[in-house]
């Protein structure tokens, strides 16, 4: 089935109050290749910068079953914080409102449980950017929302470093535990001037709010001899569905090309247990290419069942040192049972 076709029964849908993952007709079931045959929407970049920022970068996306307005929702951030945006097809998105964002921080993260959200984001200690922990807003109605608590700070010795940090946020539920993902301290990237994150670590706690306890060790990690990681770890977003019995997650690593760039690529890891992760597809399934908008990095990422295809919003970057940061949206068509993918590998 084309794109717009199901873009048209979304709206409808979110039009007369359904769900838009309600009994979506799409046409024969499709097989599924997780690594291939990922395409972007037509209509890409989705998201420009707020004026006269250059950055919207991270987005997570409330689909409208979940939204107390049955409105697709999506909070991102800038340079001065972060934003909210809204949409009725998930496609064509407006802010919320105009002007200043919601409040400063980075990174967000939006999870939804029993008519709370919960809004976890990366705050920045200082101007030079060397020091963040992890905080959490609460809201019932996506608009009024509570002081910030912090739930996460530095405090192992991987992640303190050239950047001592916590940050890049997912978190998800599984039996009576939380598991919170989240990166930690930074690796200086010479070509843009900036720091990526190095390590990605997991804390469980027994609410959402925590109090959290740490995994001692980082979960992944820079290694030399993988050509999509090789600099960085960059952040991970575990699926809600399984895949063949293993949990399925997405990661844009960060690495250097063959001829020196940095670069950021989003790929497929697969774990029994949640803190080992072995690759699906030998390459990333949404990269840098030509020369447009995102010509030198993939970045963030959130990624959505709607019917029978997979919706990963994502942010890219142009530029190395000087560049714009857009959010734009590729989709994947699967089963509905995700068990019946295959990963289709490049291999």
Known sequence: MKFGMQTGCLVLL????????AKI?????PSGCLCTGWKDHPENPLIEPPKPESIIADPTVLLPEKAPDRKWHLFAHSLLGIHHYQSIDGVHWDRVTAGPPLFAGARPYLYPEGGMFYLFYESFQSLTLDRSSLQIRT???LTDWST??????PSLNWEIGFQSTNGNPFIMKTGTEYWLYYSANGVLQSDTGFSEPKYIGRAMASSPEGPFEKHPAPILEPRSDDPYRNQAAGSIKVFDEK????????????FHD?????RSAIGILSSDDGLAWGKVCDRPVVGPEGDGWKSAFVYAFD??????????YYNARDGWREGTERIGLATLNIPRDLSKADSCSFK
């Open 303 to 312: 990624v959505r069942r709607v019917g029978n295809q997979l919706w990963m």
């Open 148 to 153: 910030p608590t912090t739930v996460l700070e």
């Open 258 to 262: 063959a001829e020196g760039h940095s």
């Open 25 to 29: 007709e799409d046409g024969p079931e």
């Open 14 to 21: 979110a039009l007369a109050g359904a769900g838009c993952d």
């Open 243 to 254: 895949w063949r019995g293993r949990w399925l997650a997405f990661s844009n690593g960060i």
């Open 139 to 141: 809201s019932s109605n």
